[in-house]
Antibody, heavy 117, light 112 residues
Framework: QVHLVESGGDVVQPGGSLRLSCAAS????????MHWVRQTPGKGLEWVAD????????NFVDSMRGRFAISRDNSRNTVYLQINSLRAEDTAVYYC??????????WGQGTLVTVSS | IAMTQTPLSLSVTPGQPASISCKSS???????????LFWYLQKPGQSPQLLIYEVSSRFSGVPERFSGSGSGTDFTLKISRVEAEDVGVYYC??????????FGQGTKLEIK
């Protein structure tokens, strides 16, 4: 069955960086668009970015463009989210999710990023 | 695209029906004739799980007591007979303006 496992969340000081990972199994990873979505108490669920199967097409929400980078390694069935210049408002649970034709079907369990000095 | 859910919370007796409304600020009807409105349930301590896609299609394994309806900008999720396992927060989400997906604020369902 489809399984998505995020990792890499941590407590980080403002201005720091983190790379989140999402390991996928149970489906042909290399044929799916993959997404990152974050959840905060204040703003709820917020789509962050996606990456197409060959890694050539990437999209970001405007407010995160520049500080966030998404990549994937189809040989490792893993998608990554790099977050730079972390701010307090980036504190959230970050989920990866599989694409379902203009939506998401399966989500991972999430990884918590806390930005605090 | 703004997504507005009502109510933000509801308390339902087991066996009774429940209904959640979701309104979008723009039509979610796409040029391909499909309407990209999704419903998710986030159970306590878990990640969101897909219930309904394209307004009214139940996802694999979702009980028949869940149904979705609507068109254009107005949508509804109905639970015909609420069970204890249905507690959690329900979210609608639009994919019409993909990749700029947006979610409703969530509706918390609890059992009386």
């Amino acid at each position: 069955q489809v399984h998505l496992v995020e990792s890499g969340g941590d407590v980080v000081q403002p201005g720091g960086s983190l790379r989140l990972s999402c390991a996928a199994s149970g489906f042909t990873f290399s044929t799916y668009v993959m997404h990152w979505v974050r959840q905060t108490p204040g703003k709820g669920l917020e789509w962050v970015a996606d990456i197409h199967p060959d890694g050539g097409n990437k999209n970001f929400v405007d407010s995160m463009r520049g500080r966030f980078a998404i990549s994937r390694d189809n040989s490792r069935n893993t998608v990554y989210l790099q977050i730079n210049s972390l701010r307090a408002e980036d504190t959230a649970v970050y989920y990866c999710a599989r694409d379902l034709h203009w939506g998401f079907d399966y989500w991972g369990q999430g990884t918590l990023v806390t930005v605090s000095s | 695209i703004a997504m507005t859910q009502t109510p933000l919370s509801l308390s339902v007796t087991p066996g009774q029906p429940a209904s959640i409304s979701c309104k979008s600020s723009e039509s979610l009807l796409n040029s391909d004739g499909k309407t990209y409105l999704f419903w998710y349930l986030q159970k306590p301590g878990q990640s969101p799980q897909l219930l309904i896609y394209e307004v009214s299609s139940r996802f694999s394994g979702v009980p028949e007591r869940f149904s979705g309806s609507g068109s254009g900008t107005d949508f509804t999720l109905k639970i015909s007979r609420v069970e204890a396992e249905d507690v959690g927060v329900y979210y609608c989400m639009q994919g019409r303006h993909s990749p700029l997906f947006t979610f409703g604020q969530g509706t918390k369902l609890e059992i009386k």
